[in-house]
């Protein structure tokens, strides 16, 4: 029987699908409702603080907003919020449970500024306590580690980035998300046979840049929820401004580099890299690049860049899945997490 | 002889005076004379992104301003930078000379918005770039790694928290820091004979929170650069929200928990990882902290929570200092980094 995460993985086209096929319309209600406002700021942790990563990338260079992501500590333990003048509040949170994300939305609104909730549950905390709300549609995700719901929360990062930049050829792309995640399932199905290679390994890194460093960071995620090895990421440049030091001959190092303007730096510490003796592991549409691999994590081509996070996730959520079931693991039900975890 | 990053490291309750001394006006200054902003936005990488980071805190509840940290590729790499209005925009770089950041103060000054550089140059291109500059006045860093210049960031950062806030009692507590820093190096000279038992370490991680957030970065950073250890730092809330499924017995985890508002949640966490078997090194001035630990990295009692960070990286120095002696590697020129690092 497969488990729930590779049914959940798998389930990723259909999700985003109808979350296009329900969320479109209200997306574009919420923004054009809004009142002004000169930048964003995101409450988020784990998993969908990604999502707010992601968001740093698509609303700034399609929308043309600043975002900043929140510390929640400020409001809760603290108890010192900032001003938020200026500010459309947003908190983003698969259950919509953790208090320390709800009090974030709570003081937006407290200090007259607009909210919105992004969630898998219309009916949580979260959710009331922001003036709009867009749902995930996922389903529930039953598996620990977050794999549909977290392209849905890119998706819904990605609709609000179309709505704003009020160019219909944003969602012409967007539209055609679901079609090429089915691809990327297709085409990244030979990871599996590569899994096995790295049940002993126990640390490795991740390196993407610009729409792709929450790649990074979510793969780094899953690589640690599911199977415990120490996955480290980074950007591309904070990378260089130190960590590389910490590359030995042999370390595993999974670079994310689709097609775009980012490519040739990645490409640059990708040859670097190689010159050092890192092991590589590729995702890429290029096969140039994926050349320079040991393992490729092969993702289709011809998608937008801003959209690439959506299905570059995939080859690295399934490495996860199978590393995990190479490794004696119970990919449903990691040690010492929970489904819903509740942070102040 | 004693090597370059010991003689820095020994240097920080000086570097903190002198910057008091020479800054502390300029900074009064600048605050009195800026326009009216929203926010902040800051650009930063590597060891300063930890000082940006530290601001969030210090801005946030000392100053209450919101803090975004920028996103420097979206100026250089996407050439599609974010509206930046409301936006105060604050670059900070060692060596003033990374292109990335100075692009994004750059892009700042374009739009008309108020710029500030913290560099410990005043004659870079970041200081060229920006309407105002305050130097930290660390002399030159010649070992690769930072540490007096970090501190001399904090020291910054805090002073224009304090001088933002207004009250008299805030510049009195900065005041002190020198000679808590000075008693900090003293009482954690032990800190020296406990770094033979990590010789053989291959991977950590360190946990911090709110304030000292930035310091479990900046010490993972240090452990990277100088011993090559897999070192991984998180906030605690989202190691609770994944990572937390990586802690196996006998795994090396440092937390950072002085005496304050998040001290009863990094308890918890201390609690819960001693009882998963994980070794704890606990840098604390709370006896009872210590006490929980394997090894204790103390730090005196007294300062206020908002301070810390600039003593409690230094047990954290010292280690990755005599850790990279143990390890027989060479403190000042750590391999495959130069001391500036230029990414675009």
């Not at 990723?12 to 329900?22: N, Y």
């Not at 599996?192 to 126990?202: G, I």
Request: charged share 20%; net charge neutral.
């Amino acid at each position: 029987m497969r488990s729930l995460l590779e049914q959940e993985i798998y389930s990723q086209p259909e999700v985003i699908a109808r979350l296009l096929d329900r969320e479109l319309s209200r997306a574009q209600a919420i923004v054009a409702g809004l009142p002004t406002f000169n930048y964003t700021l995101i409450a988020a942790r784990g998993t969908s603080d990604h999502a707010a990563t992601y968001a740093q990338y698509a609303w700034g260079a399609i929308a043309g907003f600043s975002v900043a992501l929140a510390t929640p500590s400020l409001h809760t333990l603290y108890k010192a919020p900032p001003r938020l003048d200026g500010a459309l509040v947003v908190g983003v949170s698969q259950s919509g449970q953790s208090p320390d994300i709800v009090s974030v939305v709570e003081e937006g609104r407290r200090q007259g500024r607009p909210t919105v909730a992004i969630t898998n549950d219309g009916s949580s905390p979260l959710a009331a306590a922001a003036d709009h709300v867009i749902e995930l549609h996922a389903g529930p995700e039953r598996s620990v580690a977050a794999t549909k719901t977290y392209t849905a929360q890119l998706g819904v990062m990605a609709l609000l980035a179309a709505a704003w930049s009020r160019r219909p050829e944003r969602l012409d792309e967007l539209r055609r998300l679901p079609e090429t995640l089915a691809a990327t399932l297709q085409v990244a199905s030979g990871v599996a046979a590569r899994a096995e290679r790295y049940r002993y390994m126990e640390q490795c890194l991740v390196v993407g840049r610009g729409y792709n460093y929450p790649t990074a960071l979510e793969l780094a995620l899953k690589l640690k929820e599911l199977t415990y090895v120490m996955a480290d990421a980074y950007s591309s440049a904070d990378f260089r401004h130190g960590p590389i030091a910490t590359v030995a001959p042999g370390l595993p190092t999974l670079l994310v580099m689709p097609t775009g303007a980012v490519y040739a730096d990645m490409l640059d510490l990708a040859q670097e890299l190689r010159a050092r003796g890192a092991e590589l592991l590729i995702c890429s549409d290029v096969p140039e690049a994926l050349a320079l691999g040991t393992t490729a994590l092969p993702m289709p081509g011809g998608l937008p860049e801003w959209l690439t996070p959506v299905c570059a996730i995939v080859p690295g959520q399934l490495l996860a899945l199978h590393l995990a079931q190479t490794r004696g693991l119970a990919p449903d039900a990691p040690r010492g997490l929970q489904k819903v975890t509740r942070t102040v």
